[in-house]
């Protein structure tokens, strides 16, 4: 069951929400057929439906998570070169070689660029590939919930079962122990994400040694989430699958550079895995898109070559704090951020209100639009929590802070 099942149930309550119907038909020869839908409980995300709210109430929107600043002048600049060169055809299938260069030097031990490495189009097609080379009918994939949207649709997808656990509040920690219990013959996946929208954490080593032991002579194949890989603070270090040798073997890892590099709407995102997997990867890549924008990569590559992506943790830092100093005279607990640009506060010294209901509220009468973290789970858990997104200029995080502290 979809972490979003109890949202929609309450369609009543929310007349922009639609749900639509379960069986759709359409006549051929004179017969009346039946199509069921593989995705039933699956309406509008609630990230599409708070920007609308966004939009319609003029709130700011600290919801979706897409910064509202502008990109690099000189990746503007060599986007723009590449296409007057000539790159507006098919790129290779899985690249451009120079980006699959870069993307290997990200990881302590790089990655062959030639074999073990592909350009997406975003991290959510790296995602759903990654799932549906690996996942059959009747695979249980283990996600950790709060879990982004667009995990356990893609299990369902290609007939396999998400099966939830759920980390804990407030640290959203995993418990190992859990994640032991709710192993089975039939699991075949587990997804992790870190760090982890929308909680903002981080898995630790002990957390990447736990999961290795666990696996450790199984079969067990591991999709490794690592979007924002680049934003990470307090003196933190991002640690990935690809640092733990036995986990490498059996990971797909995920990254964007849509959040890296502020270019969202880009949709240009990579995947790393040991030769046997990408091999499988690319088999189903190239019959999903073959191919990704083909100036657009040219540009990523030489722009690489002079970014600095370690002041991107500095600069969120900042904003991360601006965003809080904002919040200091109000009645929101933040709870800690330690990576992404997302920031969780608590509600619940405000109003006993559910999320959902509270969301719209604050984007209606206040002006701040946000994300309730109860969709994020199979069952929903009402911990009377909001997502803020800080990917936003400074003077937006301090109106937003303000604006929040009058409740």
């Not at 982890?196 to 194949?221: A, K, W």
């Amino acid at each position: 069951m979809p972490p979003h099942k109890e949202y929609i149930s309450r369609q009543a309550r929310f007349s922009f929400f639609k749900l639509y119907s379960l069986k759709f038909f359409f006549r051929s020869t004179g017969s009346l057929y039946m199509f069921q839908t593989k995705l039933p409980h699956v309406g509008q995300t609630i990230f599409s439906h708070m920007t609308a709210l966004a939009q319609k109430h003029g709130a700011l929107n600290l919801s979706q998570g897409f910064p509202d600043f502008a990109i690099a002048p000189r990746l503007i600049a060599l986007a723009g070169f590449y296409m007057q060169k000539g790159y507006n055809q098919y790129a290779p299938m899985p690249g451009v070689a120079a980006l699959r260069e870069a993307i290997s030097r990200f990881y302590t031990q790089a990655y062959d660029p030639q074999q073990e490495v592909c350009i997406t189009h975003g991290a959510t097609q790296a995602i759903a590939t990654a799932i549906s080379c690996s996942v059959s009918a009747g695979d249980e994939v283990l996600l950790f919930a709060p879990a982004y949207d667009c995990y356990a649709p893609m299990v369902q997808l290609n007939g396999g079962k998400p099966v939830f656990v759920n980390l804990s509040f407030p640290g959203y920690r995993i418990d190992w122990e859990l994640v032991r219990s709710k192993l089975s013959p039939k699991t075949r996946m587990l997804i992790i994400n870190t760090p982890h929208n929308p909680s903002g954490t981080l898995l630790t080593e002990e957390d990447f040694l736990q999961l290795q032991e666990i696996t450790r002579g199984t079969n067990l194949l591991v999709l490794s989430d690592e979007v924002y890989q680049h934003i990470v603070f307090d003196g933190m270090t991002h640690r990935s699958a690809a640092d733990f040798a036995e986990l490498r073997k059996r990971s797909f890892v995920i990254g964007s550079f849509g959040k890296s590099l502020n270019i969202t709407g880009w949709k240009i995102g990579y995947c790393a895995a040991p030769e046997r997997l990408m091999r499988e990867f690319k088999k189903a890549h190239q019959f999903m898109v073959f191919s990704v924008n083909h100036a657009l990569q040219y540009a990523l590559a030489d722009y690489l070559k002079e970014a600095d992506l370690a002041q991107l943790s500095m600069s969120y830092q900042r904003k991360r704090d601006i965003f809080l100093s904002a919040l200091a005279n109000s009645r929101f607990s933040p709870l800690p951020t330690k990576g992404s640009y997302f920031q969780l506060l608590d509600y619940s010294a405000i109003t006993q209100e559910e999320d959902t209901l509270f969301a719209e509220r604050l984007t209606q009468t206040k002006g701040v639009a946000s994300i309730p973290l109860s969709v994020f789970y199979e069952v929903p858990q009402h911990n009377k929590v909001l997502r803020f997104c800080f990917a936003k200029n400074e003077e937006t995080l301090k109106v937003a802070g303000d604006r929040l502290s009058v409740l």
